[in-house]
């Protein structure tokens, strides 16, 4: 094999490699087409997920003060909020990998709208659109309990397989 071979080969899976991180980010996490400035995807459209978690307020984070977690990148409002979530991310972050959890319940990984969202025993939830959150509110406690049944069947799932 000739050294240009070898080396378009090794190129071609440096690239494929490159490539699949993302990827297996996109399939656990809601994430945003495309890459923020560090190579990650950006998570919950860029909205500050401390502001989101503990005040259930939709305020818009700034690649600024953005944060990679996981692979994948969350914008915050202020260094205050972006400090706040490095000392305990878990705190903050959506559940089901701020996937809508009404789609969860039902197997599915639709989009979770950072607009359309609920803390419910310290857990903040997200879903597609109003429509959706309204059918929520009426079994709040039925579809989490769905959802977390279901979630681990469908975490590590691509989403298109769904």
Not at 66 to 86: C, N, P
Not at 140 to 160: C, D, F, L, N, S
């Amino acid at each position: 094999m000739s050294r240009k071979t070898t080396f378009n080969l090794a190129f071609a899976f440096a690239i494929a490699c490159a490539m699949a991180a993302p990827a297996f980010a996109e399939d656990e996490v809601n994430v945003s087409n495309g890459l923020t400035l560090d190579g990650a995807p950006l998570a919950l459209h860029g909205f500050d997920p401390v502001a989101l978690a503990t005040l259930n307020t939709v305020a818009h984070g700034s690649a600024t003060h953005a944060v990679l977690h996981d692979g994948v990148s969350y914008y915050f409002a202020s260094e205050i909020s972006a400090e706040t979530f490095k000392a305990d991310p878990a705190r903050y972050l959506p559940q089901y990998g701020g996937f809508c959890a009404f789609a969860v319940a039902l197997g599915k990984k639709l989009d979770g709208d950072p607009r359309f969202a609920d803390i419910m025993d310290g857990k903040l939830y997200l879903f597609v659109n109003q429509a959706v959150y309204e059918k929520y509110k009426a079994d709040r406690e039925g579809t989490i309990t769905k959802a977390e049944e279901m979630w681990p069947t469908i975490e590590h799932a691509a989403v298109g397989s769904l």
